[in-house]
């Protein structure tokens, strides 16, 4: 290192631990710092060095300002060692401290120390009052101009509209700012506005607005009477502002001053927004099985004389016992149905003499196999309820009475009431999507509900219902199951005489025997599509549309001799982006058989082989031929949009629409919107 810059880096260590070099002559003192402002240093040089640590004294000649003002401004900029002082007869400034810090105190002082003008200016209004914006612009800079020690003064001209501004440039300046902003129009040319919406009810959404506003003007109106002040024009205002709905336009009319219209507009902005919606689908899966076995044997044995039988063993095996079999014998005219059910043996022996008897052996088995699969779905908007209903209205009987004068044919007719009661399927569900998007909570209740078999002992109709209430948090696209049973029910059942049916082998023609076996398997699915943009929603539609168009086309027979000839079935016809194509109707722009209307992509359909879409062109119909433009190598399959895949578990109806490649759709016609 240098000698001067060694003596630069020893001055710079001296500052750090609280000392000072001060030159005396050919001696140069080492003191503290305190007593540095007592001791001679290096006095009005000609320049002050910005890197240098020397203790210098300088002084500033301070030419538009006072210096006594500036005293207060700069002393937390030096230590306390140093020395900062303004002789106000010459309006200067004394500095001693560190060659750097005075460097920049002066490079301050040259910045601020600058021509004010305090010329008057006038600023004409034309759409704002003078006085009321006197008025706001001295409530707000009251106090702030003295504490700056220049003063601005605003004055309102009530002849002319104007307003006097007199001061410093630089405020003149700010404060035109400010009156130009205030003296603009409003944006409707009044405190009225009607606001149209998009999304949102305006009927729902105008009383909450109304309590918005009420409570605004409230909180006004306390503050101005805190403050002691009478109410101003601006606060009666706000207490009188107003809004009610349209609902014939959906629209919101609003009577407020500027400060609560603001406040209004940007509520509904954030309220009239495109909410997603939801395609909510569930699976009712129900597989029951019920096996149900009888074995029994009845036999009689009397005398041909005698009222009292010898013996017997009589027990109804499958509803019919030998007693039945006796009395059908008798009197075949009444034979019921019960008495063919299942099969029955019988032997016996009928004379005049000797004794008689007769036997039955009679063995039923019945099994009942129930597959229940029921897929409602439901699209609704988010924290919307959606509800599906697909169920008969069936009576059932509450209750009845006889009335004394209602004779028919000598019989009573007894007056019944009835009820009728819902029995299907009922999907109730409210969504609400998350903030992240990705996982959607459902509010649900699902309903199946069947009539069942008749019990013995029965009054009426027995259903059987299934229900499931509960609220989930599902991952959009995902599957869940909500619930069920499985229930597996045996049940055996003997009736034998005591002892005698206890016996090995012989004990069979002194009992029957029963047995039930019923397994119940029920579990229900649910699952939710997030459904953004038209894009998901014609998506989806197109996977129902084209599959109950698959399936009509399959129900199609040709019989050899129609009994309607010439007469067609009813079939839903293609679906078009854009246009339907109603048999019988024109469409506006006419396209070949095959092809897909303008500006729409041509309908495909997903093959459950691959694992793209394949094209859905009818037999018989020649493919639509790309544009020109286009290049005749087709274009990758693209994959279908994001939570539209079959998820395990779900149905994935056969031959269903996905949307066709970009490659077919003709970029001149292509219609906003359209996926």
Not at 67 to 92: E, G
Not at 443 to 465: F, Q
Not at 480 to 494: F, P, Q, W
Not at 641 to 648: E, F, K, N
């Amino acid at each position: 290192m240098t000698p001067a810059a060694f003596y630069e880096t020893f001055l710079s260590i001296l500052q750090v631990y609280g000392f000072v070099a001060v030159p005396a002559g050919n001696v140069v003192k080492i003191v503290p710092d305190a007593n540095a402002r007592q001791m001679p240093g290096i006095d009005l040089p000609d320049r002050v060095s910005p890197t240098s640590d020397e203790m210098v004294t300088q002084v500033v000649d301070v030419k538009n300002l006072s210096a006594s003002q500036l005293v207060p401004i700069l002393r937390p900029m030096v230590p306390q060692y140093a020395h900062l002082v303004a002789y106000p007869a010459s309006n200067i400034l004394i500095i001693s401290d560190r060659a750097s810090n005075v460097n920049r105190m002066i490079r301050i002082i040259r910045r601020i120390d600058q021509v004010g003008g305090q010329d008057v200016e006038i600023v004409p209004l034309t759409n704002a009052s003078a006085a009321e914006v006197v008025r706001v612009v001295n409530s707000l800079y009251q106090g702030a101009a003295a504490g700056e020690g220049a003063s601005v003064k605003v004055v309102a001209d009530e002849r002319s509209n104007s307003v006097l501004l007199g001061g410093e440039q630089t405020q003149r300046l700010r404060l035109r700012a400010l009156i130009a902003h205030l003296d603009t129009p409003l944006e409707s040319g009044g405190d009225t506005r009607v606001r149209y919406l998009h999304y949102a009810d305006a009927e729902k959404i105008a009383p909450k607005l109304k309590e918005q506003i009420t409570g605004i003007a409230q909180a006004s109106g306390a503050a101005a009477g805190a403050g002691g002040a009478a109410a101003s024009p601006v606060a009666q205002a706000e207490k009188s502002a107003m809004i009610w709905a349209d609902p014939a336009n959906n629209a919101l009319v609003i009577t407020a001053p500027p400060k609560i219209m603001r406040a209004v507009m940007d509520i509904i902005d954030k309220l009239d927004i495109r909410k997603p919606q939801v395609l909510v689908e569930a699976i009712i899966a129900e597989v029951d099985v019920t096996k149900d076995s009888e074995l029994g044997i009845n036999w009689a044995a009397f005398s041909q004389g005698g009222t009292v039988p010898i013996g017997s063993f009589v027990s109804p095996v499958g509803g019919t016992s030998i007693v039945d079999l006796a009395t059908a014998a008798e009197n075949p005219a009444n034979i019921s149905t019960t008495l063919l059910t299942g099969t029955t043996l019988g032997i016996g022996r009928i004379a005049g003499t000797g004794v008689n008897f007769a036997a039955m052996l009679r063995a039923i088995r019945t099994d009942t196999d129930t597959n229940v699969i029921a897929t409602p779905s439901a699209v609704t908007m988010d924290n919307q309820e959606a509800e599906l209903k697909v169920a008969q209205e069936v009576p059932f009987i509450t209750g009845q009475y006889t009335s004394g004068t209602a004779v028919t044919g000598g019989s009573v007719n007894p007056f019944q009431t009835i009820q009728r009661e819902e029995v299907g399927t009922i999907l109730k569900v409210t969504p609400t999507i998350s903030p992240e998007g990705g996982q959607v909570m459902l509010k649900i209740s699902i309903e199946s509900s069947s009539i069942g078999a008749k019990p013995a002992g029965a009054v009426d109709l027995v259903t059987n219902k299934r229900t499931i209430t509960t609220t989930v948090l599902i991952e959009d696209g995902g599957v869940v199951a909500l619930g069920g049973l499985i229930e597996d029910d045996s049940t055996k059942s003997e009736d034998r005489v005591p002892g005698l049916g206890s016996i090995p082998i012989i004990g069979y023609l002194f009992k029957n025997r029963a047995a039930t076996s019923t397994k119940n398997n029920l579990i229900m699915f649910i699952r939710p599509k997030i459904l953004r943009d038209p894009a998901q929603a014609a998506y989806e539609t197109d996977l129902k549309y084209n599959y109950l168009l698959d399936q009509q086309k399959s129900l199609k027979t040709h019989d050899a001799i129609p009994l309607l000839p010439g007469v067609s079935r009813g079939q839903m016809p293609p679906l078009n982006r854009g246009e339907l194509a109603i048999p019988g109707v024109a469409p506006n722009t006419p396209a070949a058989p095959g092809s897909a209307a303008p500006g729409a992509a041509a309908p495909s359909t997903i093959d459950p082989n691959t694992a793209g879409p394949r094209s859905a062109t009818p037999s018989g119909a020649a493919p639509a031929t790309p544009a020109a433009s286009q290049p005749t190598t087709p274009a990758p399959t693209p994959a279908p949009p994001a939570g539209s895949t079959v998820a395990p578990g779900m149905p994935a109806p056969n031959n269903t629409a996905a949307p066709a490649p970009a490659a077919t759709q003709a970029p001149a016609t292509t219609t906003p919107g359209t996926p």
